[in-house]
């Protein structure tokens, strides 16, 4: 984020000066792994009146603009300024136990500022990422050690209800629990254009991993197709086997199927435009963005009910519960909203409330929470 603070040692602006300075640090890029950055970048412009910003990642690569411009001028020298300066640090931790988030983590008590971590996934993770090939003891020492870490901190966020569950099924001290706001702003022209509007298209969009339950996708293909077109965009590491999934299937159901690779942040809007109804597959998620975005546009959810997803989507009330490993499950919620434009606009509105009533709640708890931390006295800070 670019900073409006201090630049070569002189005060641009003495009013913005004044605000209290929020270090955020993780590891992901936004294209490629997007909602957590992207959530980062939508707190600090929604606080920035408040407070001020910097960003740290360990990423470089697919990344935004001003902030791969400013981390590669930046140096070990200036990020650990940053952290000096700071008068909260925020790490934004997954449990990939990636570098940066977890070293900070377990430097939390060396800062002697507050220090709040973020969990932005569940314990379950783990069974998909690369730490699935560790012995279970070296990955309970990892748990133990994190438990540890966080303990220390000022405060431990979950993103959802369903989240703060699961870290405490595995010993994680959560104080709060505290959804990252998702802005309607981009999507309220989709929502405004969809009133009686049939449906025929159904997207899944994202990650293409096995986490995301994109390997439930070749079995949905067969019996979704021809009566709804399939938009699938993405990138991930199924895409190859989608790809040859839909490059065998007989050219009637073929010619209704989409896959491209993954869509820029900016044109999401557009994309949600084409779309009807949005699979949500995921096996595990805390809080689910492309769930919030589709429910904003308009869009129909039809979710698994893994985790943040559950906590939003209320079957037939704010979209459908299904079954990704039964296709039929989707087919059937699929046909029961094409058959009644009436229920399915009455689904749409309130979807829309939900997510625009999630989005306010979150903006205000997260101002409440984090500027009086900020502007505490550095003296009164203690873990």
């Known amino acids: 984020m670019r900073s409006r603070g201090r630049r070569g040692g002189q005060v641009a602006d003495p009013l913005h000066s004044a605000r209290p300075l929020v270090v955020m640090a993780h590891d992901y890029p936004p294209l490629t792994g997007g909602g957590l950055a992207l959530g980062v970048r939508e707190l600090a412009r929604l606080l920035g009146d408040d407070l001020r910003f910097h960003v740290v990642s360990s990423r470089l690569v697919d990344h935004f603009a001003d902030d791969r411009r400013r981390l590669a001028g930046a140096g070990p020298v200036r990020t650990l300024r940053w952290l000096w300066e700071a008068d909260v640090v925020v790490v934004h931790w997954t449990f990939s136990f990636r570098r940066l988030s977890t070293a900070l983590l377990l430097a939390a008590p060396l800062l002697r500022r507050p220090v709040v971590c973020v969990i932005h996934t569940a314990p379950d993770h783990c069974d998909y990422n690369r730490l699935r090939r560790l012995p279970l003891p070296v990955r309970r020492l990892l748990f133990a050690l994190v438990r540890r870490a966080a303990g220390r901190c000022t405060a431990v966020v979950a993103l959802s209800r369903s989240h ?40 899944i969009v994202g990650e293409l991993s096995e986490l995301k339950g994109a390997d439930a996708i070749p079995a ?110 989707v087919l059937r919620a699929l046909e029961w909203l094409a058959a009644d434009p009436t229920e399915a606009e009455r689904i749409r509105r309130s979807a829309h409330e939900r997510a625009s009533r999630a989005f306010e709640s979150s903006r205000r708890e997260w101002r409440a929470f984090l500027v009086p931390l900020a502007r505490q006295p550095r003296s009164s800070c203690g873990h």
């Open 164 to 203: 703060a569950a699961a870290l405490a099924e595995v010993g994680m001290p959560v104080a709060r629990v505290l959804p990252l706001p998702v802005a309607p702003d981009d999507l309220a022209p989709a929502h405004a254009g969809r009133n009686g509007r049939p449906v025929r298209t159904v997207g």
């Open 220 to 329: 949905l293909l067969p019996v979704l197709t021809p009566r709804f077109a399939v938009r699938i965009a993405g990138r991930g590491s199924l895409a190859p086997a989608l790809a040859r999934a839909i490059a065998v299937l007989p050219p009637v159901r073929r010619a209704g199927v989409v896959l491209s690779d993954r869509v820029e942040p900016s044109s999401m809007p557009s994309l949600y435009d084409e779309l009807d109804c949005l699979l949500v597959l995921s096996r595990s998620e805390s809080q689910s963005r492309v769930t919030l975005e589709a429910m904003l546009a308009g869009v129909v959810v039809l979710g698994s009910g893994a985790g943040g997803v559950a906590d939003l989507v209320e079957d037939r009330e704010t979209g459908f519960r299904v079954d990704p490993d039964d296709p039929h499950s």
